[in-house]
């Protein structure tokens, strides 16, 4: 089955500097990757979300990249705020295996104002 | 509009006791699923179901057991708890028969096992 490893698994940026996360999947004919944010004690909510024919969308301060050739996929924020502390999840998913999404395992986001 | 709803929000438990819980979503998605949360490894499926009557595993089925006797509902059930299911819980519903759609969550079950 799919395995999508994430990384770095906490992150502590400054205010106003950018935060990168970086997931990688295995099965190759997944998708659809679509990233969710967990703030504390609420239910993941998604943020932004790309499928494999794109190989990028931005969402004002949020992007995510895709490169299906090495099986990795990006979230780039720019401009943090404190309120963008929280925990982030990518995920992926296969039309053909009833779009079942496999997580990663989260990174926990730190904006320090 | 509810969304996906989850009941209990907090649970204890003794070891060997069973239990259910439960989820509903009011937007007629026919795709529900059940994972658990634990520090450092992400969410994890547990169980998913296609459409009323349909359920199959996912990736830590064991110790699980769901129905789906309804497009709403879609409960989870401890057969004898163990210390190992202390977890947070989730629900989550999609539209099914659309590629790419989003997961909507339920607020979440935070279950100890003592």
């Known amino acids: 089955g799919e395995n999508v490893e994430q990384h770095p698994s906490t992150l502590s940026v400054q205010e106003g500097d950018s935060a990168v996360i970086k997931c990688t999947y295995s099965d190759s004919a997944s998708n659809y990757f679509p990233w969710y944010k967990q703030e504390l004690g609420k239910r993941p909510q998604l943020i932004i979300d790309?499928?494999?024919?794109?190989g990028e969308k931005k969402d004002q301060r949020i992007a995510v990249t895709l490169n299906k050739t090495a099986k990795h996929f990006s979230l780039h924020i720019t401009e943090t705020q404190p309120e963008d502390s929280a925990v982030y999840f990518c995920a992926a998913s296969l039309k053909a295996a009833g779009n079942k999404l496999t997580f990663g395992g989260g990174t926990r986001v730190l904006v320090k104002p | 509009n509810a969304g996906v709803t989850q009941t209990p929000k907090f649970q204890v438990l003794k070891t060997g006791q069973s239990m259910t819980l439960q989820c509903a979503q009011d937007?007629?998605?026919?795709?529900m699923s059940w994972y658990r949360q634990d520090p450092g490894m992400g969410l994890r499926l547990i169980h998913y179901?296609?459409?009323?009557?349909?359920?199959d595993q996912g990736e830590v089925p064991n110790g699980y057991n769901v129905s789906r006797s309804t497009t709403e509902d879609f409960p989870l059930r401890l057969l004898s708890a163990a210390p190992s299911q202390t977890s947070v819980y989730f629900c989550?519903?999609?539209?099914?028969?659309?590629?790419?759609?989003?997961?909507?969550f339920g607020q979440g079950t935070r279950l100890t096992v003592v």
């Open positions: 937007m007629n998605h026919e795709y």
């Open positions: 790309i499928r494999s024919n794109v």
């Open positions: 179901s296609v459409g009323a009557g349909i359920t």
């Open positions: 989550a519903s999609q539209v099914h028969r659309l590629a790419d759609t989003e997961a909507f």
